[in-house]
């Protein structure tokens, strides 16, 4: 049973979303003990309970406020709009979060043997996919003549199989289309995955906990972006120091015993290409250099 006063959350059940939004959750300390084949979960310490289903129903979900909140990519949010619009459905949303997993694109690949001219290639050609809306408004932009062949899988084969003269697909390393002999040649759209909240007004009881999840998703983002750094430096390069650690304009400073020239410093930085840095700090004279995972942030 599903109960009114819980806030709803629609998650994908398995698939390429489904880790990072779990994951998430638990970080903002929503727990589930979850059994396999279970469409809804509850949660065991919050007043949560997890709808479990395909992504495609997850934006439809939201904006009938079957659900409160949903995780999904862009490129399905934006697909499923449009087709809504067209249908005549309610077909609104509001973004709360994008966040940091899902990220891919969406482009056209035709054949590696073809010549691509540019978009104009694509005029009166048939090209396959599952997200013909958002294709066809490309074509519309660019004032081409062609279809979309709707495929709901294997659209990397469409073209070998004589369905379509070329294929617009979710692309992250391209890995997939070069197995199937395939060039990427235009990205229509950028995606990533967002956490979206119904249109209409949920009670204060419920936006009050989503805004809570919230502030405390924001802790965990910035956290995965921030490292805290220890290191020992000669009093002579703090500046250096301090340039080369971005995000440490204050640094916490501490002597260290029985040695005036050096001094121990810890910082919070948003340092990412760390090696890098950790190898200049080093040619400056430093030592002991300790990076540590943060695990959350607040304030
Ligand atoms: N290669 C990828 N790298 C990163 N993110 C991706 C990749 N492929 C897809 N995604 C993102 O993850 C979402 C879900 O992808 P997935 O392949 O799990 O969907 P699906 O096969 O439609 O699953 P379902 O069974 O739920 O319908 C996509 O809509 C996209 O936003
Ligand atoms: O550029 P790549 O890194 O190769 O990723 C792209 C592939 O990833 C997705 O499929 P997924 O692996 O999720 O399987 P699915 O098609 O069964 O959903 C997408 O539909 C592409 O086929
Ligand atoms: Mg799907």
């Given at each position: 049973m599903i109960d009114s006063n819980r806030l709803r959350i629609a998650v994908q059940k398995s698939g390429r979303l489904c880790d990072g939004s779990m994951d998430l959750l638990k970080a903002v300390g929503v727990k589930f003990s979850l059994r396999d084949r279970l469409l809804i979960a509850h949660s065991t310490n919050q007043p949560v309970d997890l709808l479990r289903v395909r992504d495609d129903d997850i934006p439809g979900l939201v904006?009938?406020?079957?659900?409160?909140?949903?995780?999904?990519?862009?490129?399905?949010?934006?697909?499923?709009?449009?087709?809504?619009?067209?249908?005549?459905?309610?077909?609104?949303?509001?973004?709360?979060?994008?966040?940091?997993?899902?990220?891919?694109?969406?482009?056209?690949?035709?054949?590696?043997?073809?010549?691509?001219?540019?978009?104009?290639?694509?005029?009166?050609?048939?090209?396959?996919?599952?997200?013909?809306?958002?294709?066809?408004?490309?074509?519309?932009?660019?004032?081409?003549?062609?279809?979309?062949?709707?495929?709901?899988?294997?659209?990397?084969?469409?073209?070998?199989?004589?369905?379509?003269?070329?294929?617009?697909?979710?692309?992250?390393?391209?890995?997939?289309?070069?197995?199937?002999?395939?060039?990427?040649?235009?990205?229509?759209?950028?995606?990533?995955?967002?956490?979206?909240?119904?249109?209409?007004?949920?009670?204060?009881?419920?936006?009050?906990?989503?805004?809570?999840?919230?502030?405390?998703?924001n802790g965990v983002m910035q956290a995965k972006e921030s490292k805290y750094i220890m290191l020992h430096a000669p009093r002579t390069v703090l500046d250096q120091v301090k340039s080369l650690l971005p995000g440490a304009e204050n640094p916490t400073i501490l002597p260290l015993a029985g040695n005036d020239e050096q001094v121990a410093i810890h910082v919070v930085s948003t340092e990412t290409l760390f090696w890098e840095t950790m190898e200049k700090l080093k040619a400056l004279g430093c030592s002991s250099i300790l990076v540590l995972p943060i695990e959350k942030m607040l304030g």
């Open positions: 904006m009938d406020g079957v659900v409160d909140l949903g995780f999904i990519g862009e490129n399905e949010l934006e697909e499923k709009m449009l087709e809504r619009q067209a249908a005549g459905k309610s077909s609104e949303y509001k973004v709360l979060e994008r966040l940091d997993f899902g990220g891919c694109r969406l482009s056209i690949a035709i054949p590696s043997e073809d010549e691509y001219t540019g978009p104009e290639w694509l005029e009166g050609k048939k090209i396959a996919t599952t997200y013909p809306h958002l294709l066809e408004r490309y074509f519309k932009e660019q004032g081409i003549n062609a279809s979309a062949v709707m495929l709901n899988g294997s659209v990397e084969v469409a073209p070998r199989a004589g369905l379509a003269d070329g294929i617009c697909d979710l692309v992250s390393t391209g890995a997939t289309l070069e197995a199937n002999g395939l060039e990427e040649k235009e990205v229509i759209f950028k995606s990533k995955a967002v956490l979206i909240q119904r249109a209409d007004e949920l009670s204060d009881t419920k936006q009050l906990l989503v805004n809570k999840y919230l502030t405390r998703m």
